[in-house]
């Protein structure tokens, strides 16, 4: 069995990784302390997979805590979502987004190198690559960031490089994500955001189930076919895919990569409310509102080195996406309680 630690492991697309993996024959181990996901998705899992869950609570910074799981599993490569990931907040909090993300880096490194396991796979975002100049975006596009959060997935990005400089034994597998949304066909895992969400998807699924009014669209007057934002919407089944192909190169192949995970093409706003209103059958009421602060045009990948790489290309389609993130928010109008 070959065992594959998880941090993070019991978020959102940590969540959906972990069945992917089973499926593929791997034996993830979670690591999360619920600061921004919740228990219950362990029962799910299990439920889902038809396995006890290995999983354990804490910090990805606690370096006693990470080593002692990758020595007693014999770890062979860890998977890094663990991470805040709210822009606005970013911007408000700095220091918590450093401290968590940056020094919770340092740690999982430093127990990884302790413990001799050197194989890791890092959740990265387009975000890296700010307003970027054209699209389809490439992997060999400048990195800027525009708020803390992008800041930190850059200095992860570089502290990767740096090790895997100094060390010819570490060997990593950087995964640029787009935008991911849906949730797992059975409708019992999903996207389970605290308070109001900053994301599109999940809150265009709140509009549609009655939880808020309506859609606030940030800006129609973009230089985009109908005026409003275009991104790369990728099927989090998609994402969770793009993991085990990751693992599998990187455990195979034994040499390192910097790939974007996203479908290669983009959908605007209103495309994503029409496309909701026809899978839910509900109607998504909205309003044009001002540019949110920080909003950038347009945002899609060229995934075609992840393809030559990893032998993987995302096929779930908009509709797809939306069909299974109303599975998961009509079956479960309150998230996980
Ligand atoms: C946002 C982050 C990005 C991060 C990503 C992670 C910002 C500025 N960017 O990307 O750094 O990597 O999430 O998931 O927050 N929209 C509305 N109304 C809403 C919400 C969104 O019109 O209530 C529009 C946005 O203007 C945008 C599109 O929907 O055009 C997608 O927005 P969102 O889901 O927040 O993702 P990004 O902005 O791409």
């Known amino acids: 069995m070959t065992h594959i630690l998880l941090t993070g492991g019991a978020g959102y697309i940590g969540s ?3 069945l992917a993996l089973v499926q593929a024959g791997y034996r993830p181990v979670i690591l999360d302390d619920y600061s921004n996901s919740h228990p219950a998705v362990l029962a799910r899992l299990q439920q889902i997979s ?4 290995l999983h354990a609570r804490g910090d990805v910074a606690d370096v006693a805590l990470v080593r002692g799981l990758l020595e007693q599993y014999q770890v062979a490569a860890v998977v890094h979502f663990a991470a805040f990931k709210a822009v606005g ?61 992008g800041c930190t997935k850059v200095v992860c990005e570089e502290m990767i490089a740096s ?15 787009f935008n991911p949304v849906g949730a797992h066909a059975s409708g019992l895992i999903g996207e389970n ?24 669209i940030w800006g129609d007057d973009y230089p985009t076919p109908d005026g409003t934002g275009l991104r790369d919407y990728i099927h ?14 990187l455990l195979r192949d034994q040499r390192s990569f ?37 909003d950038i045009a347009q945002c899609y990948a060229d995934p075609s080195l992840a393809r030559e790489l990893l032998g993987w290309r995302a096929s779930r389609t908009l509709a797809d996406m ?15 309680v």
Not at 194 to 208: I, K, R, T
Not at 236 to 249: K, N, R, S
Not at 322 to 336: F, K, L, T, V
Request: aromatic letters at 8%; hydrophobic letters at 40%; one cysteine or more.
């Open 258 to 294: 910097t790939v974007n995970l996203g479908t290669g093409r983009g959908h605007s706003v209103l495309e994503v409310v029409a496309a909701f209103a026809a899978a839910s059958g509900r109607p998504v009421p909205y309003q044009i509102c001002p540019r949110r602060p920080g």
């Open 322 to 336: 939306c069909a299974d993130s109303w599975r998961w928010q009509s079956a479960n109008p309150e998230g996980y």
């Open 89 to 149: 907040e970013s911007v408000e909090q700095p220091l918590k987004y450093f401290d968590n993300n940056i020094t919770g880096m340092l740690r999982l490194m430093q127990a990884m190198e302790q413990a001799g396991c050197r194989r890791l796979v890092f959740s990265s975002s387009a975000t890296v690559y700010g307003d970027p100049d054209s699209v389809p975006i490439t992997e060999a596009f400048p990195l800027r960031h525009s708020s803390p959060y």
């Open 50 to 53: 038809g396995q006890p869950v």
């Open 16 to 18: 959906h990784t972990y």
């Open 236 to 249: 989090v089944a998609d994402l969770a895919e793009g993991h085990v192909a990751a693992l599998d190169t």
């Open 163 to 177: 090790m895997l400089g100094a060390n010819p034994a570490w060997r990593a597998g950087v995964l640029r994500y």
């Open 193 to 216: 955001p605290q308070g109001v969400p900053n994301n599109l998807m999940p809150y265009v699924a709140q509009v549609a189930i009655g939880r808020r009014q309506h859609l606030n």
